[in-house]
């Protein structure tokens, strides 16, 4: 047992148990506070009659709650958990892909990059292919936009992606978004699938561009 | 030294020397122009200006019919001035400054053997230049690459770009490095002998410089590697987005295993459900009472009307008891029917409609006679073989071969 209070962490306990991913993003401060072992030690204890315990994805850039015991009952909801996140595996990893294109940036959104849903409508509103593809992404059901309205399958991306952790809105009023780690969180999840099922996604060694071109 | 040692030969030198710098000046825009782009353009040149340019060889003609380019020694001076990153040239060749500097002190030293003073002089000062040159290279090389580390390669826009830059780079840096270890200081102290001066020049200043070259080398390098680590870790994610998301394309049906019954589920899937913790108003404590009560003050008047209970209906449950009485009633009434049958004494037969008309019961005909079929039916089986139900039928008319019950008689099995 560690003799920290657990006082002041109620907040970050509620937001853990909640099911939220902490990031450097999400919140700086709790992020910190989450890598300093003592603390860490203090609330695993806190949650052990909950069955629960606190994780991080692989490089440490979020922290989650995480089962203690692994019953049926968790190991039912995991299963569940598992089949949604197959499911919107592609739509995330599009919508990665399109951003990166429509912005013309020279890698995959990173933690703290920021977003604005203004500039990607900005872009698709000329560039017919990608206005298809913004629809496309949109009226999938992980996306689930019901409009024919560029402006409103981009508003409804964003809020489902905020909804899911992924995007966090600084100020509810602005449309600016942040990137949080559980992008990094995503694609540890897309390298664990593809290294378990072998399968024939390479990351490395020379230029794909040029073959896929 | 002064001008007045210096002979005609230097003399004309300068001057030639700054009448052909001052060309590069008074045609700034055309040379900039032949950077910025393949050729020099013609217009705006006299045939004078032009031929000046070529015999400064500050342009030069690679073909006949071929336009007017710069040469490479302008087209360096000019990266190098405006730190053109893309095109700025890093130099390592050291071996040949070396052997520049070998030459010269040992021309230094035949003069000074000769007591020939102003040949040493002159000497000296073309070493000194000659080690400034080799310094500078250095130098030069080493800023360029800070600048392009600062700028993470800015001057080109795509990843592949950056990091075949930063491969180049590295490779200066390898060449430039390579290039230290050629100068032999052991060679350097013997080649200088007792000789001050050279010592200072040769040995003391240059091997301070060196070292700090070799420091700033090494310290590029090292951030070379890790802004490549970092290109790379950024090549790997986008390669895995792009071809994880066209493998998932090509095989829509694709389920991974179920890592949530492996005995060991791999810790990253492990995201436990989440939880609420909810809380609601308790009235077990009295210092909260206050607050609970400014609560409930606060709490907004709901806007629907008020709905007044005798609005309520109670009719259909009522509808609803007066069919199942009169269902029961025409069950009870059915029962009396054959409890007649069973304690009359005659064994003949009782017609059920018969029966109804002479109880004066109000029961429709058809519905008394459907009662006392499923009546019948309702019996268990040993009970239903005591009775002997008998149904009238005829058909519904000539051409419809649909019998119809007319009437049911009762009696029981003998």
Redesign the interface.
Same mark, same amino acid.
């Given at each position: 047992m560690s003799d920290i209070s657990l006082l002041p962490h109620g907040p970050l306990l509620e937001r853990l148990l909640a099911g939220e991913f902490i990031c450097a993003v999400s919140d700086e401060s709790a992020f910190k506070r989450l890598q300093d072992d003592d603390t860490r030690e203090a609330i695993d204890s806190y949650l052990r009659p909950l069955n629960r315990r606190v994780a991080s994805s692989q490089e440490e850039g979020v922290y989650f709650l995480a089962w203690r015991q692994l019953d049926d009952t968790a190991r039912d909801q995991l299963a569940r958990q598992l089949g949604d996140t197959v499911h919107s595996l592609l739509p995330l990893l599009e919508w990665l892909q399109l951003v990166q294109e429509a912005l013309g940036r020279d890698s995959v959104l990173s933690p703290g990059d920021v977003l604005k849903p203004g500039e990607l409508q900005a872009k698709s509103e000329d560039n017919p292919s990608l206005r298809e593809r913004i629809e496309r992404l949109a009226t999938d059901s992980f996306f689930g936009s019901q409009s024919d309205q560029l402006d409103a399958q981009v508003k409804q991306v964003f809020k489902r992606l905020r909804e899911h952790g992924y995007l966090l809105q600084p100020h509810a009023d602005r449309q600016v978004f942040l990137v949080t780690g559980k992008v990094d969180y995503l694609l540890e999840l897309v390298r664990f699938i593809r290294d378990e099922e072998h399968l024939p996604v390479d990351d490395e060694g020379e230029d794909t561009q040029e073959a896929l071109l | 030294m002064n001008e007045a040692e210096t002979p005609g030969l230097e003399s004309r030198l300068i001057t030639t020397g700054v009448e052909r710098l001052a060309l590069l000046g008074r045609h700034a825009e055309s040379l900039m122009q032949g950077y910025a782009n393949d050729q020099v353009p013609l217009e705006g040149l006299s045939h004078t200006a032009l031929r000046k340019l070529l015999s400064a060889r500050i342009v030069w003609r690679p073909d006949e019919q071929g336009g007017l380019k710069l040469t490479p020694k302008v087209r360096e001076l000019i990266a190098e001035m405006v730190s053109d990153e893309a095109r700025r040239h890093v130099n390592a060749d050291v071996a040949e400054a070396l052997e520049l500097i070998r030459s010269l002190i040992q021309s230094y030293r035949d003069s000074s053997s000769r007591g020939d003073y102003w040949q040493q002089e002159q000497q000296l000062l073309r070493l000194r230049q000659a080690v400034d040159d080799m310094n500078g290279r250095f130098a030069d090389a080493i800023d360029s690459l800070w600048q392009r580390l600062n700028s993470d390669f800015g001057f080109v826009?795509?990843?592949?770009d950056?990091v075949r830059e930063n491969d180049r780079a590295q490779k200066q840096v390898v060449r430039l490095l390579d290039g230290l270890a050629l100068i032999d200081f052991d060679e350097l102290i013997e080649l200088v002998g007792s000789d001050g001066t050279l010592r200072k020049v040769l040995i003391s200043q240059l091997q301070q410089q060196l070292s700090q070259h070799y420091t700033s080398l090494r310290e590029v390098q090292h951030r070379l590697i890790e802004l490549m680590a970092r290109f790379r870790r950024?090549?790997?994610?986008?390669?895995?987005?792009?071809?994880? %998301? /066209?493998? !998932?394309?090509e095989h829509p049906g694709?389920?991974?295993?179920?890592?949530?019954?492996r005995s060991e589920?791999?810790?990253?899937?492990?995201? %436990? /459900?989440? !939880?609420?913790?909810a809380g609601a108003v308790a009235l077990d404590r009295a210092q909260d009472m206050p607050t609970l009560s400014a609560l409930l003050e606060n709490v907004p008047t709901p806007l629907r009307a008020a709905q007044s209970i005798t609005a309520a209906r109670p009719a259909e449950h009522v509808e609803d008891t007066l069919i199942a009485a009169r269902q029961q009633a025409l069950k009870d009434d059915v029962e009396t029917f054959y409890l007649n049958v069973v304690d009359r004494a005659e064994q003949t037969p009782i017609s059920a409609l018969d029966y109804l008309n002479q109880s004066e019961l109000q029961w429709p005909p058809e519905i008394w006679l459907f009662q006392v079929i499923a009546e019948h039916q309702g019996l268990p089986h040993s009970e239903q073989r005591a009775f002997h139900l008998h149904q009238q039928e005829e058909r519904a008319s000539a051409y419809n071969d649909v019998k119809l019950i007319r009437d049911v008689s009762l009696g029981l099995a003998v």
């Amino acid at each position: 047992m560690s003799d920290i209070s657990l006082l002041p962490h109620g907040p970050l306990l509620e937001r853990l148990l909640a099911g939220e991913f902490i990031c450097a993003v999400s919140d700086e401060s709790a992020f910190k506070r989450l890598q300093d072992d003592d603390t860490r030690e203090a609330i695993d204890s806190y949650l052990r009659p909950l069955n629960r315990r606190v994780a991080s994805s692989q490089e440490e850039g979020v922290y989650f709650l995480a089962w203690r015991q692994l019953d049926d009952t968790a190991r039912d909801q995991l299963a569940r958990q598992l089949g949604d996140t197959v499911h919107s595996l592609l739509p995330l990893l599009e919508w990665l892909q399109l951003v990166q294109e429509a912005l013309g940036r020279d890698s995959v959104l990173s933690p703290g990059d920021v977003l604005k849903p203004g500039e990607l409508q900005a872009k698709s509103e000329d560039n017919p292919s990608l206005r298809e593809r913004i629809e496309r992404l949109a009226t999938d059901s992980f996306f689930g936009s019901q409009s024919d309205q560029l402006d409103a399958q981009v508003k409804q991306v964003f809020k489902r992606l905020r909804e899911h952790g992924y995007l966090l809105q600084p100020h509810a009023d602005r449309q600016v978004f942040l990137v949080t780690g559980k992008v990094d969180y995503l694609l540890e999840l897309v390298r664990f699938i593809r290294d378990e099922e072998h399968l024939p996604v390479d990351d490395e060694g020379e230029d794909t561009q040029e073959a896929l071109l | 030294m002064n001008e007045a040692e210096t002979p005609g030969l230097e003399s004309r030198l300068i001057t030639t020397g700054v009448e052909r710098l001052a060309l590069l000046g008074r045609h700034a825009e055309s040379l900039m122009q032949g950077y910025a782009n393949d050729q020099v353009p013609l217009e705006g040149l006299s045939h004078t200006a032009l031929r000046k340019l070529l015999s400064a060889r500050i342009v030069w003609r690679p073909d006949e019919q071929g336009g007017l380019k710069l040469t490479p020694k302008v087209r360096e001076l000019i990266a190098e001035m405006v730190s053109d990153e893309a095109r700025r040239h890093v130099n390592a060749d050291v071996a040949e400054a070396l052997e520049l500097i070998r030459s010269l002190i040992q021309s230094y030293r035949d003069s000074s053997s000769r007591g020939d003073y102003w040949q040493q002089e002159q000497q000296l000062l073309r070493l000194r230049q000659a080690v400034d040159d080799m310094n500078g290279r250095f130098a030069d090389a080493i800023d360029s690459l800070w600048q392009r580390l600062n700028s993470d390669f800015g001057f080109v826009s795509q990843l592949n770009d950056k990091v075949r830059e930063n491969d180049r780079a590295q490779k200066q840096v390898v060449r430039l490095l390579d290039g230290l270890a050629l100068i032999d200081f052991d060679e350097l102290i013997e080649l200088v002998g007792s000789d001050g001066t050279l010592r200072k020049v040769l040995i003391s200043q240059l091997q301070q410089q060196l070292s700090q070259h070799y420091t700033s080398l090494r310290e590029v390098q090292h951030r070379l590697i890790e802004l490549m680590a970092r290109f790379r870790r950024m090549q790997a994610r986008s390669r895995l987005v792009s071809g994880m %998301a /066209a493998f !998932l394309r090509e095989h829509p049906g694709f389920t991974p295993g179920n890592y949530a019954r492996r005995s060991e589920v791999p810790a990253l899937f492990n995201h %436990a /459900a989440p !939880l609420t913790a909810a809380g609601a108003v308790a009235l077990d404590r009295a210092q909260d009472m206050p607050t609970l009560s400014a609560l409930l003050e606060n709490v907004p008047t709901p806007l629907r009307a008020a709905q007044s209970i005798t609005a309520a209906r109670p009719a259909e449950h009522v509808e609803d008891t007066l069919i199942a009485a009169r269902q029961q009633a025409l069950k009870d009434d059915v029962e009396t029917f054959y409890l007649n049958v069973v304690d009359r004494a005659e064994q003949t037969p009782i017609s059920a409609l018969d029966y109804l008309n002479q109880s004066e019961l109000q029961w429709p005909p058809e519905i008394w006679l459907f009662q006392v079929i499923a009546e019948h039916q309702g019996l268990p089986h040993s009970e239903q073989r005591a009775f002997h139900l008998h149904q009238q039928e005829e058909r519904a008319s000539a051409y419809n071969d649909v019998k119809l019950i007319r009437d049911v008689s009762l009696g029981l099995a003998v």
